[in-house]
């Protein structure tokens, strides 16, 4: 069953950092463009990271740069954002995607995780 699955979301403070993780079961993640996306209530989804697959160029949205960084773990399967410094505009269900394409404009999903939940309060 080909499926991907986020974990690690969770209540986190302003300023502070979180990890999310992104796992794949009946696909290999190395094979595939992996993008974050993030949908806050009442919003559409937005990209905010994407990682390509092979030489891992990375792409970051301008809302998050310099302060997310998405990588990969080949071994485990999993690909990574960690989220430092955040703000409560970072406020959203995360997820991940995988795509037999590439990152950037007009990136197209082939499949997408059940989301995590990120909440930045005090």
């Known amino acids: 069953q080909l499926q991907l699955v986020e974990s690690g979301g969770g209540l986190v403070q302003p300023g502070g950092s979180l990890k999310l993780s992104c796992t794949a079961s009946?696909?290999?993640?190395?094979?595939?463009?992996i993008a974050w996306f993030r949908q806050a209530p009442g919003k559409g989804r937005s990209e905010v990271a994407c990682?390509?697959?092979?030489?891992?160029?990375?792409h970051y949205s301008n809302s998050v740069k310099d302060r997310f960084t998405i990588s990969r773990d080949n071994a485990k399967n999993t690909v990574y954002l960690r989220m430092n410094s955040v703000k409560p505009e970072d406020t959203a269900v995360y997820y991940c995607?995988?795509?037999?394409?590439?990152?950037?404009?007009?990136?197209?999903?082939?499949?997408w995780g059940q989301g995590t939940q990120v909440t930045v309060s005090s």
């Open positions: 990682i390509s697959s092979g030489h891992d160029t990375t």
């Open positions: 009946g696909l290999i993640l190395d094979d595939y463009a």
């Open positions: 995607a995988a795509s037999s394409l590439w990152c950037g404009l007009g990136y197209s999903a082939d499949y």
